[in-house]
């Protein structure tokens, strides 16, 4: 992953636990007797950037991301799909230390209630072949997983992580810190827009939102013929 944790605006809680066990995964670390985080669960609304800071986490931790794409791992082949998950997991042990990245979560395994039902419980045994490697999994590997429901992951799956960090829509404070890094991120100076007036109009957005508008409002002053966005 690129991004940087200066990429990421608000999300405090997360960022300082995150920064915690940042050097967990060091040999003076296991001397000490710290437990590397088993898996880390960002839940909350769409937009607010989890998926952001789930791929960030990596970088913090100089460790390579591995995204783990459940709709993939599934296949039509007897046992194929079982089979399947195993060598995904095989693999993420293989390149420990590493974060195992699961987007939205609650959609990857939306199957396993009805699994025995809707395909003979290929989803179940799938989904119990994760829960047990979470279980005893003693490799550096640590699974980070978003949801923007967690009301449907299951709650044997969310006892396996070590913390669930919800991810609401962001404060004054924090959509000020998002302008700022989105309109660096297109080469425009904060300082030279009206930061407060700015926050005030976009009360109730999204990270995802703010950076839609400043899109616009690039384009827009573009095709206007305007020196500069404003």
Known sequence: AKTTIEDVGGMDNAKEYIDIYGKSFSEGAKEFGVEPPKGIILTGVPGTGKSLLAKTC???WKMPCLRLDIGRIMTGLVG?????IREALKLAEATAPCALWVD????????????NYSDSGTMSRVFGTLLTWMQENTSEVVLITTANDITDVPPEFIRRFDEVFFVDIPSAKEREEIFKIHL?????KPSDFDLKKLVSMSEDYTGAEIEKAIRFGIAHAFYEKKKNVT
């Open 58 to 60: 990596a970088n913090i």
């Open 80 to 84: 194929g799909s079982e089979q399947n």
């Open 104 to 115: 939205e979560i609650e959609k990857a395994i939306s199957g396993v209630k009805s699994s």
């Open 184 to 188: 660096l991120h297109r080469g425009r």
